[in-house]
């Protein structure tokens, strides 16, 4: 078994994960590999094997691993989207976070998850991926989202005009600070601080948030994620913020934004017992109310 370990940086905390993953795979006659930005204190602290690979995060990982290992919060896990791409390669996200929405893996558990993967005692949580046409000439490079595109304005300036379309269909301008197009996993994330709904992680849909909308009809809409959506922003300023999760490049007035779901998913590795509602209560607190004790 091939694991790939994954992390924004090395840090210490890491040691007895990173440990867990090295005496697993010496067990299972596997192979281990680390990030190439850990390698210096990854080979200082280990006794690592002698078939241990390094990569960096342009390389392509699809022939090489059986298991993404991210080590680190949620930001960590949604960044491995662009590692692992159309791959399918599995992950497990350990949390390290605070909150631990989507890395949810607690440290206790991470050697027990490790063997009940191999001995595929798992589930898989398909994960819809959102991407953006141009993407090469926006962002230099293919990036994807896991969570949510937003289009906002730019430090403190006014408030902006987008224009909406569904299909080519005109949907509406939106006179706001931005627009959220969040996919079913960003649902409880930016989009749901600014009042979108909660959708379950298989649901076929997309949400469009508007961010602090002047027109006070203005609602959160949940549409297909068969469904593209272009964005065209205007405003007094002349750049505008386009993120995708937490890659961000600032875009002219009048570029056009064209976004759609991508032809892959991302696994999340849940365990036997793992649901999505019991993450709500734990996670958000739901249940939480003197009157339920």
Known sequence: MRICVFSRVYNPAFRDEIQTILEFVE??????????????EVQRAFNLPTNTLFFTNEESISDKADLVVSLGGDGTLLETVNLIKSSQIP??????????????????????????????NYSLSKRTVLEIDNCLNIFGRQVYALNDIALHKNDGSSMISV????????????????????????????????????????????????????????????????????LIPEGRSDNFVLSLDSNQTLIPKGQKIIIRKAPFTINFVRQADDSFFKVLREKLMWGEDKRNL
């Not at 301008?173 to 931005?178: I, K, N, T, V």
């Not at 600014?194 to 949940?222: D, K």
């Open 91 to 120: 992950v497990l996200g350990v949390n390290f976070g605070r909150l631990g929405f989507l890395s949810n893996t607690p440290k206790e558990e991470f050697r027990f998850a490790l063997e009940a993967f191999h001995q595929s």
């Open 27 to 40: 067990k299972h006659q596997g192979q281990v590999l680390f990030c190439k930005h850990m390698q210096k």
């Open 163 to 230: 224009q909406t379309y569904i299909n080519n269909e005109f949907m509406n301008s939106y006179w706001s600070d931005g627009i959220i197009i969040s996919t079913p996993t960003g649902s409880t994330a930016y989009s749901l601080s600014c009042g979108g709904p909660i959708l379950v992680p298989g649901a076929s849909n997309l949400i469009l948030t508007p961010i602090a909308p002047h027109n006070l009809s203005v609602r959160p809409v949940v549409i297909s994620d068969d469904e593209i959506v272009t």
